[in-house]
């Protein structure tokens, strides 16, 4: 099978991309799709959002994931305002993938929850998002969707003449200063050139009254209650109204040079995207105030426990990423013959991300006997490199659209330092696919299956006795989708769509074997573990007449052996080995002694957790509704959507981590050169919860948007205000590992300017 599959990559040039094709079909999809998609113009990508460009453009800067949070079926795994990695249909993780321009975009946002998807929104065309196991059409092991960011760096049609566009943009709720410029041109009336920048300021994120829950301090029955009193007392003291540590900045730069003409095009990019953002909550930080079992009796006051609470407290935890990419794509098409066009890609990326440890300003003197344990605070850095290159041959004919894909993939990751939870791993992947699609008169017919060969290698490292012992995971997964189509009349038609998908476990799946601060535990791999296998059923519902829409998806996806990561039972609230306090008789000692066990105790009270598998069924629908009306010069649409997704394990627990159902309220009106919108997202209390966790309430975000643009002399001035929770609402992601410590951000207003010329 190799030797098969290596003998097909040697024919490509090599991509992942599938471009629309605006003259092979008449389908609905087709009409909403841009040159610079990568969708498919066939009927299994049901369900499908398209989100306009002007949609994120002019809305205030957020994260990937809150982008696309409103959107039905998509919800969001936050970790403070800069990580929001995009859950679809419950699905999250290595189940969802994030592509840039038709390729997956190679961060290391599956190798921790507190990473963010390193993906630049600055100048974005559109971002498409396929939701559910059809997605296997663009990238592998997808059973929960893929979200596609398209920008016009490198330009498939030639540039209608010179653009610059400078832009600012303010925020109240984290002091936001953002700064944007873009120039496109044609020059010499065949050169593309395209230039972007972007400067991304963004302080600590303020927080509504009551939103800080201090769930470390429950249970202190060592304490006598006046102790206890005190001890609230001064942590009321300590509540801020804003997240520390919840800060963000980014400088991105995009360039890009294409040639186009009747045989196709060809082009070339360059992106570099760097950030900082604070890390607010980090794992290590719980046994500064968490369980004292171990210190019960007196010869440990409230000193030594303040001191013991205050080692950390001047510390500013922190992430630092640096991506490079060059990117090489084009499109040849042939006159005549078995192959119509020939697409090809390649990507070269460099990714890096640190994070560190470093002392705010005023905390500079700290006693001698804790020099030692900061010095062991050394940076970590993730690292990962990749390279990849595919082609698609269009083999379509008068009655036939098919398409025949390669794609390899080459990547390497590495994790060095204090918090290297898992050893150097390398994947690669080679994927053989062919996609079609045909009119049969009574229905269309829309099916394609993949084949991926993937290999990883990595090693785990026993802690106890230094042993490595090194895997070679390597086999095929083969993915398929079917998907029928009919019209029932001029205004209703009805998809019906099944898929199996085939996900070999990742290397964070199979080789995590550490310390996981972000998550609060000692997370444990399993080289063993077998590949997840999903079928998926859903029927579509797509109601179209004039000024009334309806759109309504029902699914149910079986997933055997599912992959998650599951907390053990024991407990570990007491701590046998430190039974004996006679050597903590005063202060000195205790000083003396916490060197000796003090990488020991950063550890002790997280909790341990294992990669494990089991069968588990997500169930779930979305619902829409919506009228248009004439109003004035202008139309108002009103519209309501809801989604609700159930998942239950083969024992009948609850898989963790699950969003609750939303109802989505929307007013828009458009005239001439206004926009208005103006939504409410009413987020439902989430009491389907997992083992170990915790109910969380409901909550109603009232997000608005005002866009004014003008027309100067042949130049454009783009106004926008925006608004978002201006209900001040305390509300929390369930499915963040940080809900408690985390909430969402408060109240948030601000304005954005855009002039192009």
């Known amino acids: 099978m190799k030797v098969y599959f290596y003998a097909l990559m040697a024919m490509s040039l090599t991509i992942t991309q599938l471009y629309?094709?605006?003259?092979?079909s008449d389908s609905e999809v087709d009409e909403i799709v841009v040159t610079s998609s990568i969708l498919n113009t066939s009927r299994i990508l049901n369900p499908l959002y398209v989100i306009d460009g002007d949609e994120i453009n002019d809305d205030a800067t957020t994260s990937l994931g809150e982008a696309v949070d409103s959107y039905l079926g998509v919800s969001i795994a936050d970790y403070g305002?800069?990580?929001?990695q995009p859950i679809i249909r419950g699905m999250s993780g290595p189940r969802v993938k994030i592509l840039k321009n038709g390729m997956v975009n190679r961060d290391v946002s599956g190798l921790g929850v507190d990473h963010l998807n390193d993906v630049d929104l600055h100048n974005v065309e559109q971002i498409e998002i396929i939701k559910g196991p059809s997605s296997l059409l663009y990238a592998n092991g997808t059973n929960g969707g893929i979200i596609n960011v398209v920008n016009n760096t490198i330009a498939r049609e030639d540039f209608a003449g010179q653009e610059i566009t400078f832009g600012l943009e303010s925020q109240s709720v984290n002091d936001g200063d953002i700064q944007d410029f873009h120039y496109e041109n044609i020059i010499g009336d065949w050169l593309n050139v395209s230039i972007g920048y972007q400067n991304t300021e963004l302080g600590n994120f303020d927080i509504p009254d009551g939103a800080v829950i201090h769930d470390d301090h429950d249970d202190h029955d060592d304490h006598e209650d006046e102790?206890?009193?005190e001890d609230e007392d001064h942590h009321e003291e300590e509540m801020l109204p804003y997240v520390d540590n919840s800060d963000f900045a980014s400088e991105a730069k995009q360039f890009g040079i294409s040639r186009t003409g009747d045989w196709g095009y060809f082009g070339m990019a360059y992106d570099n995207l760097r950030s900082l953002y604070g890390i607010p909550f980090h794992g290590e930080h719980e046994d500064e105030h968490g369980d004292h079992d171990e210190h019960e009796g007196e010869e440990h006051g409230d000193d030594d426990h303040e001191e013991h609470g205050d080692e950390h407290e001047g510390e500013r935890i922190f992430s630092t990423t640096d991506q490079t990419s060059y990117t090489f794509s084009g499109l040849y098409n042939l006159s005549g013959g078995l192959?119509?066009?020939i697409s090809y890609n390649w990507r070269d990326t460099e990714y890096s991300l640190t994070e560190a440890h470093a002392e705010e300003e005023g905390h500079d003197d700290h006693e001698d006997d804790h020099e030692d344990e900061h010095e062991e605070h050394a940076p970590t850095v993730f690292t990962n490199d990749a390279t990849e290159y595919g082609a698609i041959f269009d083999l379509s004919t008068d009655n036939l659209i098919q398409k025949v894909a390669l794609n390899f993939v080459d990547e390497d990751s590495a994790i060095v330092g204090e918090e290297a939870f898992m050893n150097p791993a390398n994947n690669q992947e080679f994927t053989f696919g062919y996609f079609f699609s045909a009119d049969l008169d009574?229905?269309?017919?829309?099916?394609?299956?993949?084949?991926?060969?993937?290999?990883?290698?990595?090693?785990?490292?026993d802690e106890d006795h230094g042993d490595i012992d090194y895997y070679k995971i390597d086999d095929d997964v083969n993915s398929f989708a079917l998907t029928l189509g009919r019209d029932l009349s001029d205004s209703l038609d009805v998809n019906i769509g099944f898929s199996s998908v085939e996900r070999l476990p990742s290397v964070i799946e199979l080789f995590m074997n550490g310390p996981h601060m972000a998550t609060g535990r000692l997370e444990t791999g399993n080289p063993n573990l077998q590949s997840e296998t999903s079928e998926n059923f859903d029927i579509t519902f797509n109601f179209d007449n004039d000024d009334f829409y309806a759109y309504a998806s029902f699914y149910v996806t079986d997933v055997d052996n599912y992959i998650t990561l599951q907390d053990e039972l024991d407990d570990h609230d007491d701590h046998d080995d430190h039974d004996d306090h006679d050597d903590h008789d005063d202060h000195d000692d205790h000083g003396d002694d916490h060197d000796e066990h003090d990488h020991e105790e950063m550890f002790a009270n997280l909790i341990h957790a294992n990669y494990i598998q089991q069968d588990a069924e997500f169930t779930g629908y979305e619902i829409e509704i919506g009228k248009t009306f004439n109003l004035g010069s202008g139309e108002l649409t009103l519209s309501f959507g809801?989604?609700?997704?159930?998942?239950?394990?083969?024992?009948?627990?609850?898989?963790?981590?699950i969003n609750p159902a939303r109802n989505i309220y929307t007013i828009s009106y458009i005239e001439n050169d206004w926009v208005f919108k103006v939504s409410l997202k009413d987020v439902e209390k989430q009491d389907d919860v997992g083992e170990g966790e915790t109910v969380t309430d409901s909550y109603q975000m009232l997000n608005t948007r005002l866009t004014k643009t003008y027309i100067l002399d042949g130049s454009e001035l783009k106004i926008s205000v925006f608004g978002s929770n201006l209900l001040d609402e305390v509300a929390r992601n369930h499915s963040s590992f940080v809900k408690n410590q985390v909430p969402l951000a408060g109240r948030n207003y601000g304005a954005k300017f855009s002039y192009k010329f």
């Open 20 to 24: 629309a094709d605006s003259e092979s």
């Open 81 to 84: 305002a800069a990580v929001g």
């Open 227 to 229: 102790d206890h009193h």
């Open 339 to 341: 192959v119509n066009s």
């Open 442 to 461: 009574l229905f269309y017919l829309d099916a394609g299956f993949r084949i991926d060969q993937i290999e990883r290698t990595g090693s785990v490292t």
């Open 642 to 657: 809801r989604d609700d997704v159930e998942a239950e394990f083969s024992d009948g627990h609850n898989v963790p981590r």
